[in-house]
């Protein structure tokens, strides 16, 4: 019996956590939790879709599968746009459908080229999206980079991409 509450927890937590993942405001922004994203420690979410543009909350070099911060520099700076990518991807938006980066580094003479590096390998030649980088004294756990993202991504690109269901253009039954 009590492996049949446990495994009942278990799969109400589950659905909980799908709904929350994807939670929609009366005026329709919704919030992004896909997976194999990084988990938000705290009262954030990790991205939310108004309309048709996507925004990403800062994001740092956590490996999502350890959720601890990658060693090395530029592989901690990568990391962290990939977290990005990941959820901007999520909505159908890719790297060149940014509008907007804020990068934040607690050290711009040691950071910036590292972070020009790794945007180089990820964007090619460009064109690159506008770009803020800021220094600021410290982050959280004392991480060296913190990428936010805003991207556009029209939902209608995104529906016309979508597979299409059998039943649609079919009016529900009325009772």
């Given at each position: 019996?009590?492996?049949l509450?446990?495994?009942g927890?278990?799969i109400?937590?589950?659905?909980?956590?799908?709904?929350?993942?994807q939670q929609?405001?009366p005026?329709g922004?919704k919030?992004?939790?896909?997976a194999?994203?990084?988990?938000?420690t705290?009262?954030?979410?990790l991205?939310?879709?108004?309309g048709?543009f996507?925004?990403v909350?800062g994001?740092?070099?956590?490996?999502p599968?350890?959720?601890?911060?990658?060693q090395g520099e530029e592989a901690r700076?990568?990391?962290?746009f990939?977290?990005?990518k990941?959820i901007?991807?999520?909505?159908g938006?890719?790297l060149r459908?940014?509008?907007?980066?804020?990068v934040?580094?607690t050290?711009?003479?040691?950071?910036?080229p590292?972070?020009?590096?790794?945007?180089t390998?990820?964007?090619g030649?460009?064109?690159?999206?506008?770009?803020t980088?800021v220094e600021v004294?410290?982050?959280n756990?004392d991480?060296?980079?913190e990428?936010?993202?805003?991207f556009?991504?029209?939902?209608s690109?995104?529906?016309q991409?979508e597979?299409?269901?059998?039943r649609?253009?079919?009016?529900?039954a009325r009772?």
């Open positions: 019996m009590s492996k509450v446990l495994a927890i278990g109400l937590t589950l659905m909980s956590s799908a709904t929350m993942a929609i405001s005026n922004v919030t992004l939790a896909p194999g994203a990084i988990k938000s705290g009262t954030w979410n991205g939310t879709r108004a048709d996507i925004y909350a994001m740092r070099g956590i490996d599968k350890t959720d601890t911060l990658v700076v990568r990391q962290a990939m977290n990005m990941l901007a991807e999520s909505e938006a890719t459908d940014a509008v907007r980066l804020v934040y580094v050290d711009m003479f040691r950071f910036r590292i972070v020009n590096k790794v945007q390998e990820l964007w030649q460009g064109p690159y999206p506008p770009r980088i004294h410290r982050l756990q991480d060296i980079v990428i936010e993202g805003t556009y991504a029209p939902s690109k995104r529906a991409n597979p299409v269901s059998p649609a253009g079919i009016a529900p009772n």
